[in-house]
């Protein structure tokens, strides 16, 4: 992929302090059909701004599992937090346990909640079966408030406790 120019029309811009190679590799490493693409480097020019060394990593081009995303050494300006996420969408629990597990590796344990992990570049993701979406729309309101308790007590979600929870007879909190 590298000096291929990537036309997908949105396309996530990541800034890290100076690890986006580290990033790029790091995700791509997790995730099957990935790659690096083009890697940018400063040069003297705008160096009274970004105070970045010449010949330093500018941007990453990254993909992971067809997407393509960005990563930016923009200094320490800005850090992630939780109002964005990317969600991992998993076929079953060891999916789901795969991707926690590298995922979280390295990262802040102290943000894990309801399938949401925070990785070792402050970036957040939530690890998700795909089954959970349809049980999220699911109109039977007690169906619904018992799969939402049984995710409110879990860290990395079960997808067993909360297919129980979903098939739970009538009745049944």
Request: hydrophobic share 40%.
């Amino acid at each position: 992929m590298a000096n291929k120019i990537i036309t997908q029309r949105i396309t996530p811009h990541l800034w890290f302090a100076n690890e986006a190679e580290e990033a790029a590799k790091f995700y791509t490493s997790i995730f099957q059909h990935s790659s690096i693409g083009n890697i940018t480097h400063y040069t003297d020019a705008g160096h009274d701004i970004h105070g970045m060394p010449a010949g330093s990593v500018l941007t990453v081009d990254f993909t992971l599992d067809g997407q393509h995303f960005i990563g930016l050494n923009g200094g320490p300006y800005f850090k992630f937090n939780e109002a964005v996420s990317f969600m991992v969408r998993c076929a079953n629990q060891e999916e789901i346990d795969y991707y926690w597990e590298k995922l979280r590796e390295g990262g802040d344990p102290k943000a894990d909640q309801c399938g949401w992990l925070k990785d070792k570049f402050g970036l957040s993701w939530q690890v998700a079966p795909v089954q959970l979406e349809e049980m999220l729309m699911d109109k039977d309101k007690d169906r619904l408030s018992r799969v939402m308790n049984a995710i409110f007590k879990m860290k990395k979600i079960e997808l067993k406790a909360i297919e129980e929870a979903y098939r739970a007879p009538v009745g049944v909190k």
